[in-house]
């Protein structure tokens, strides 16, 4: 892959993750005071900024030859975005049992900012 390609990629990466954030706490609040607001079209883009965040990490690590600290970091976001499904949705239809999942997202979110962000590592 080229610098360009990269660089693409990386910025992506970089400049989706907050939004996706922002958006998981939006959505919450929408579903939480049930609120009519937008639902659909945030959720579509909640999807396309996971589909984005997902493609851009995985081309990321092919472009570093799969280091194992990126492919741990890869594997702890998808189940950060399945906590993050299983509580929008939980809380869409006013079940509960969120707290486990909202434990598993504190953690995995912890795990995922240390890891991408080089936290103790010496590169
Ligand atoms: C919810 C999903 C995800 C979130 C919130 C997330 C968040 C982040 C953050 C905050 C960084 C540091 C960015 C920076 O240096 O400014 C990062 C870097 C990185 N992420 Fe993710 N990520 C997610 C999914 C993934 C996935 C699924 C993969 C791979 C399969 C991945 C691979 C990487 C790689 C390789 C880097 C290092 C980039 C570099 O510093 O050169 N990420 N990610």
Do not use: C
């Not at 892959?1 to 693409?8: E, G, H, K, P, S």
């Not at 472009?63 to 499904?85: C, D, H, N, R, W």
């Amino acid at each position: 892959m080229d610098a360009q390609t990269f660089l693409i990629y990386y910025k992506v990466h970089i400049g989706s993750w907050i939004l996706l954030l922002i958006l998981f706490g939006v959505l919450f609040v929408l579903y939480k005071w049930k609120l009519p607001f937008a639902n659909r079209i945030l959720r579509f883009m909640i999807w396309l900024l996971y589909i984005g965040q997902v493609t851009s990490g995985i081309a990321m690590i092919y472009a570093y030859q799969f280091p194992i600290t990126y492919v741990i970091k890869g594997l702890i976001s998808l189940i950060l975005i399945y906590a993050m499904e299983v509580i929008l949705r939980k809380t869409k239809r006013n079940r509960s049992g969120t707290s486990a999942y909202w434990f598993i997202w504190f953690v995995a979110l912890a795990i995922v900012l240390l890891l991408g962000f080089n936290v103790g590592m010496n590169t």
